[in-house]
């Protein structure tokens, strides 16, 4: 291979990335790499990394902004996503995690051997490809918690939009529309996941969307005209739009007011 393995180091601490750039000379001898950038923060990777033709992101999991596991999530937006080795001084109940996912991981301090075996091991899998879809159900099991941003794949780079801001979202054919005060993006994931992994934030008002709890500033009734029945409708705090509420969900949703909105 040409220049080597291209590598992408993402460490908060500078003398890591340091070891882990003689690691790799060490082994230059049995596998060539090129290291082609390296970030401080999550944030930073996001910037930097889709530019920088990756194969392989060597990622620490606690940094500054946005952990390894999000961000590795959001990665897997990208065309080209690279494949990524987890580096983690976590205790045995997180590299279990990891274990039974199936996600590559090195322990710190990484030893050249076993930083070796797992860039062959990367090396073997990028010709092939990933399923992206089955990275990210991994990546969500070991992650523990709801993810802090959405990401939106644009042209080769991703944005990030806050969990916190988002409105509501709705699913429309094969996409799911995103709103926030500002504006609105496109994400393909599919709504039932997003309710599993953020329902104490969301709630469903119809089969094809949910809101934030905490924008919702009540319910109207909607007369029906012509061959349609009388309906509710959600307000929303930012949105000029009224959302439908399906018959079926009505009756639980009348308990999520929230205090002070009534």
């Given amino acids: 291979?040409?220049?080597g393995l291209r590598i992408y180091i993402a460490?908060?601490?500078?003398?890591?990335?340091?070891?882990?750039?003689?690691?790799l000379a060490d082994i230059a001898g049995e596998l060539a790499t090129t290291v082609v950038g390296e970030s401080d923060s999550g944030l930073d990777v996001i910037e930097r990394l889709p530019g920088s033709g990756a194969q392989v992101l060597l990622l620490d999991i606690q940094m500054p902004g946005m952990g390894g596991i999000e961000l590795a999530r959001h990665l897997?937006?990208?065309?080209?996503?690279?494949?990524?080795?987890?580096?983690?001084?976590?205790?045995?109940h997180a590299v279990e995690a990891f274990e039974l996912n199936a996600l590559d991981?090195?322990?710190?301090p990484v030893r050249a051997e076993r930083l070796a075996a797992a860039l062959r091991k990367s090396l073997a899998a990028i010709p092939a490809g990933r399923d992206a879809s089955d990275r990210?159900?991994?990546?969500?099991?070991?992650?523990?918690?709801?993810?802090?941003?959405?990401?939106?794949?644009?042209?080769?780079?991703?944005?990030?939009v806050p969990v916190g801001e988002v409105l509501f979202l709705k699913a429309e054919l094969k996409y799911v529309t995103l709103r926030t005060r500002t504006g609105e993006?496109?994400?393909?994931?599919?709504?039932?996941?997003?309710?599993?992994?953020?329902?104490?934030?969301?709630?469903?008002v119809h089969r094809n969307c949910l809101v934030a709890r905490g924008a919702i500033r009540g319910f109207e009734r909607v007369a029906g005209e012509g061959v349609d029945e009388p309906h509710w409708s959600v307000m929303l705090e930012g949105a000029a739009e009224r959302l439908p509420v399906s018959r079926r969900l009505w009756p639980t949703l009348k308990g999520v007011l929230p205090e002070g909105k009534e």
């Fill in 1 to 3: 291979m040409s220049g």
């Fill in 11 to 23: 460490d908060d601490e500078a003398p890591a990335r340091v070891r882990m750039k003689e690691l």
């Fill in 76 to 92: 897997c937006a990208l065309e080209n996503a690279p494949a990524v080795i987890f580096v983690t001084a976590h205790d045995r």
């Fill in 105 to 108: 991981y090195l322990m710190k």
């Fill in 136 to 160: 990210v159900e991994r990546l969500e099991r070991a992650a523990g918690g709801p993810r802090e941003f959405f990401s939106v794949a644009e042209r080769n780079r991703i944005v990030l």
């Fill in 185 to 204: 993006h496109l994400i393909e994931e599919p709504l039932i996941s997003i309710e599993r992994e953020f329902g104490e934030r969301f709630v469903r």
